[in-house]
């Protein structure tokens, strides 16, 4: 099992650029594929990014292509998501998400959710 623990949420004009953090526990974390979400209110929550175990895969929401980029350092257990030219509709609460998967891409544990970092861009 892995716990999961955002950061790096807050109050940002719009245009403006915030990193996200997000550390997970345990010696395994190599053998997550790492990935964002976010819930804005009223509204359910949508995916954002995602990272492969290696970092070699890599996945956007059109939404958010161009604009957020997401990264991982598996020797500091912690998975990023660099968000630049933030526009208002970026307003939600970011989690962090990882799945369980060997090296042949087989799901063998999770999904395992965050507790969630709150953006909030304003116009």
């Known amino acids: 099992q892995v716990q999961l623990v955002e950061s790096g949420g807050g109050l940002v004009q719009a245009g403006g650029s915030l990193r996200l953090s997000c550390a997970a526990s345990?010696?395994?974390?190599?053998?997550?594929?790492m990935g964002w979400f976010r819930q804005a209110p009223g509204k359910e929550r949508e995916f954002v990014a995602t990272?492969?175990?290696?970092?070699?895969?890599?996945e956007y929401a059109d939404s958010v292509k161009g604009r957020f980029t997401i990264s991982r350092d598996n020797d500091k257990n912690t998975v990023y998501l660099q968000m630049n030219s933030l526009k208002p509709e970026d307003t939600a609460v970011y989690y962090c998400?990882?799945?369980?998967?060997?090296?042949?891409?087989?799901?063998?544990?999770?999904?395992?959710w965050g507790r969630g970092t709150p953006v909030t861009v304003s116009s």
């Open positions: 990272i492969s175990r290696s970092g070699g895969n890599i």
């Open positions: 345990g010696r395994t974390f190599s053998s997550y594929d």
């Open positions: 998400h990882a799945n369980g998967v060997t090296s042949m891409g087989v799901f063998y544990a999770g999904p395992y």
